[in-house]
């Protein structure tokens, strides 16, 4: 069962709904990896494992889209053997965000990202990230289950 704000994100998503758009037109003028108050899908981020307590930071980020790019060989051959259209990456986008985040926040530990939106250009993630050396976190039994530094 879908939570009553789940479904209001999801109806703003699939009716691509000018109050998505405005947000989308906001965030592009944020930098590439923005730290924001609380998450914009509160179920997806407690689903993660997010708390509003210290200790715990949200994060929003934004990828490229499109396929890898590569330059054009400088020697003659036959079109079909050039090699630079239709190469793909062997790693999702999602993850991408999560690994230039954990590297931006090297005391973090990622609980996990959710889908946010995506335009023309850019895809935007958030990434859920709690500090394993925080008093609130280091005493909370749930959280210590989550995080690989409490894991023996």
């Known amino acids: 069962m879908h939570s009553y704000m789940t479904q209001t994100w999801l109806r703003m998503w699939k009716e691509n709904s000018d109050e998505l758009k405005s947000k989308a037109i906001a965030w592009r003028t944020e930098p590439t990896i923005h730290r924001i108050e609380r998450p914009s899908r509160l179920d997806r981020a407690r689903r993660l494992g997010y708390k509003a ?40 986008m999602r993850k991408v965000a999560e690994r230039r985040v954990s590297e931006k926040f090297p005391n973090l530990e990622v609980l996990g990202s959710y889908y946010l939106y995506k335009d023309g250009m850019n895809i935007w993630y958030e990434v859920v990230l709690a500090d394993p050396s925080h008093p609130a976190i280091s005493k909370d039994r749930e959280m210590r289950g989550k995080l690989k530094a409490f894991a023996k």
């Open 53 to 92: 307590k210290q200790g715990i930071v949200v994060v929003r980020a934004r990828v490229g889209r499109g396929g890898m790019r590569k330059q054009r060989p400088v020697a003659g051959r036959r079109p079909k053997h050039i090699g630079v259209v239709h190469i793909k990456q062997g790693i999702n």
